[in-house]
């Protein structure tokens, strides 16, 4: 189903620096000669291990063939081109002298996937070979902040200053800065850094960052603001998600199918499709969910990790399917992947949704101990009375 938000932006803004330059709904042909989809030239060009008469490919050419892959899996949702990339990197796949900038790339793709714990310990090892791979420790910081593991990710970022790349180093800490509320610093050096940005990728990509900093900081029209300078710089799948959970959040479920009308069909896309609806009161929601429910169960077919999935799932049980309790199941089961503000978010609400007080005490206290600071997330838990000592701040 859809990615984990992994500060993407800056994973993939910096993909020159490296040494080496580095799902829709499936479609039934009626006829045997019918073209169901002409794929890229690097889905047509997969390097796997090679026969033993034949030179394995050249690490550079592999890489630049991987990171296509990786930008298209980004830019498109469509997690085929995940499998792509591993097949690109499979001569160094999970070689332990593999080249830095081939295992960075590794575990990008493992973390596209959301194998966040075979993706740090690739990172680890192969930032323990070579300390100063700027991408690696982005990708790690990125990884740290998935986990609330703020303290970290800022070492992480001071590291990518020391391997001299102190404009990303900045965003880096900025964004984890931000996340532990110290918007005053955060938001104004985002801004000066988005003016200062070399391109209009990298101008989205900042402003993009100075968007979560007003949403987190309850500033929603700032936000929106700034979300749409960032599309308007620069389209983005990820960015355009974000700007519709705003709008739907905040009661424009209309502009919310707006901002994703230009985008593919991922279940993220299609889910909250299917929410905007239902909350304007169309029933065109319903074969949305129906469809929903079928990717579900090809997933179950096929063996994948459901929770793997679980922040959608959540979402769907909670404003699909009216089931809050369950919808609450699976959002705590996905914290114990990943802790992000919106995961964080869909677990407090589905608590105050069903009326599970020692449970959203719980999640109110952990988000505390983590360090974030969220006025979504006090604002969902000021809903229902908490204890004292945990009570969320107004």
């Known amino acids: 189903m859809s990615m984990s938000r992994l500060s993407l932006h800056l994973l993939f803004a910096l993909s020159t620096l490296t040494s080496v330059a580095l799902a829709a709904t499936p479609l039934v042909p009626l006829r045997d000669d ?17 026969p033993a008469n034949q030179a394995p490919p050249e690490p550079l050419q592999s890489a630049k063939a991987a990171q296509q892959a990786i930008t298209l899996a980004r830019n498109t949702g469509d997690n085929r081109y995940w499998g792509r990339a591993q097949s690109v990197l499979a ?4 070689q332990p002298n593999a080249p830095a900038d081939l295992a960075v790339l590794q575990a990008t793709v493992q973390q596209g996937r959301h194998e966040f714990a075979a ?8 930032l323990t070979r070579q300390p100063g791979h700027a991408q690696g420790w982005l990708n790690l910081a990125a990884l740290e902040r998935l986990s609330a593991n703020y303290g970290p990710s800022l070492a992480a ?5 020391r391997a001299g790349q102190a404009f990303y180093a900045q965003a880096c800490a900025l964004e984890t800065q931000s996340l532990l509320g110290q918007h005053a610093l955060a938001q104004p050096a985002l801004a000066k850094l988005a003016a200062q940005a070399s391109s209009t990728g990298q101008q989205s990509w900042l402003l993009s960052l100075l968007a979560e900093s007003y949403e987190r900081a309850g500033q929603d029209g700032r936000a929106a603001t700034a979300y749409q300078r960032s599309l308007s710089a620069q389209p983005d799948l990820y960015t355009a ?3 519709s959970d705003l709008l739907r959040r905040t009661g424009k ?9 230009d985008y593919p069909d991922t279940d993220a896309v299609v889910l909250r499709r299917a929410i905007s609806l239902r909350a304007a009161g169309d029933e065109r929601w319903r074969p949305l969910h129906t469809a929903l429910q079928q990717r579900v169960a090809d ?8 929770a793997l999935h679980g922040r959608e799932l959540a979402m769907s049980a909670l404003w699909l399917e009216d089931d809050p309790g369950y919808a609450l199941v699976l959002a705590r089961q996905n914290l114990l992947l990943q802790r992000e503000p919106v995961d964080w978010l869909v677990a407090v609400i589905a608590a105050q949704s069903s009326h599970d007080q020692p449970v959203l005490a719980e999640l109110v206290e952990q988000v ?26 107004p």
């Open 91 to 94: 001569p160094w796949w999970d």
């Open 241 to 243: 998600i974000a700007f």
């Open 34 to 50: 019918e073209v169901i989809e002409v794929l890229p030239l690097i889905a047509r060009n997969r390097p796997v291990a090679a």
């Open 299 to 306: 997933l179950k077919r096929r063996g994948d990790n459901l």
């Open 253 to 261: 479920s209309a502009e919310a199918l707006k901002a994703l009308a």
């Open 119 to 126: 993706s740090r310990k690739v990172l680890v090892a192969a």
């Open 157 to 161: 970022c001071q590291a990518v200053a």
């Open 368 to 393: 505390g101990k983590s360090g974030l600071k969220d006025q979504r997330l006090e604002a969902a838990a000021r809903r229902i009375p908490l204890p004292s000592h945990i009570r969320a701040k």
